[in-house]
């Protein structure tokens, strides 16, 4: 199982700057133990992060046939960007919005998510964890789903 991990702008910034609001860890630190614990449970991540919409919309039209599913936190684009909403629609892979802080909490502008409405759910308030937290939900709804196409298939043969 492959998956997609998409980091939208200034998340190269994180441990850097407001760590009172995103925590001490460094994106690569992130990724690191999100890796290890892909690895684990026999799961390939690809990452990327992008401070450019375009560069994120080409990103997700890449995952098509490549990527089983794309964990994603689209950053401010979240709260602006039909693009990338529309670019998680038109995969229709799954996937899962993560945001770092608890975007309901925060400014009325951050509490607007235009992107979540193309993913399979949305993880915010747990810190770093929520990217685990993301992983394992699509870890078992891609299982789910090749399960299903294999039963399919099986069907098929049968018939
Ligand atoms: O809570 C999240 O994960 C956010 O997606 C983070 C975005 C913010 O615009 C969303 O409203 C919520 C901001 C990411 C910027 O990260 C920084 C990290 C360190 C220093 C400055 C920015």
Redesign the pocket.
Known sequence: MKIAVIQ????????????H??GPMTLEQVHEQLKNAAQQNGVELEFFQSNLEGEIVDRIQECLGEVDGILI???????TSIAIRDALSAVSLPSVE??????YK??D??QK?ITAGAATGVV??FGPF?YHMGLIALMQIVSEIQASLQAQEEQQEEA
């Open positions: 939208g702008p200034n998340l190269n910034m994180l441990g850097i700057r407001e760590q609001i995103y936190n689209p950053a401010a684009f979240s709260h993560v945001h770092i802080s608890n975007i925060r400014e502008f951050r998510s915010t308030g929520g």
